[in-house]
Structures are given as C-alpha cells and as structure tokens.
C-alpha cells in the first residue's frame, strides 16, 4: 500500500489549505487514517485522526480549525485547515493503517511522503 499526499503550499495567516491523501495498491482495505505534522527542530506530532467508521480526534491546537474527513470508496483522507496560524508551519504527513489481502493477511502501516504547509505574511 502506497499513500500519496497532496496539497500543501503557503498560505497567509487567517487562510486556509486543504490537503489529500490518497491509499492505492491492489486488495487491501484502509483502517484508520491520522495526518501528523513535524516543525523544524521539533518532534512529529499527530495532528487529526479517523476511524474507517469515521470517529475523529484533534490535537487541542488544532480543534475548531481543522477537519479531518474520509471516502471509504476512494481510500482517501482530507484535512481542512481553516484559521492557519504561524505556528501551523510544517511538513504534514498522512498515514494509515492497512490490511492487504494475500496468500495470508497482512497488517502494515504505511506513510506519504510529506507535504509542506507554510503560513506566513
């Protein structure tokens, strides 16, 4: 299983951004999705999950701003970033839970490769 993400760029503080990840492989089904993010100097940090039944979580920075939402058909997860602060300045990357479907079945986890945000006047 392969995640692409996309979407990323800079906006100004008070805009907003929406970024997309897309699942794709052959006979697998997507668990729960999270995107997380990384600030230079500092630790990666979960930003936003969501189950395959679509329960949420937000980090408190972030609640009230962002939206994390899926397509369970299209194996893909978004983040609506709204009210963008400096501080929201990072690599954001998406990841998820997967089961693949072969001879056995097997668990894995799998990340995208990163996609900068950038908020600044």
């Known amino acids: 299983v392969q995640l692409q993400a996309s979407g990323g760029g800079l906006v100004q503080p008070g805009g907003s951004l929406r970024l997309s990840c897309a699942a794709s492989?052959?006979?697998?089904?997507?668990?729960?999705m999270n995107w997380h993010r990384q600030a230079p100097g500092k630790q990666r940090e979960l930003v936003a999950g969501i189950t395959r039944g679509s329960s949420t979580n937000y980090a408190d920075s972030v609640k009230g701003r962002f939206r994390i939402s899926r397509d369970n058909a299209k194996n893909t997860v978004t983040l609506q970033m709204t009210s963008l602060k400096p501080e929201d300045t990072a690599v954001y990357y998406c990841e998820a839970d997967y089961m693949e479907y072969r001879e056995t079945i097997v668990a894995g986890r799998a990340w995208g490769q990163g996609t900068q945000v950038t908020v600044s006047s």
């Open positions: 492989g052959t006979g697998f089904s997507i668990g729960t």
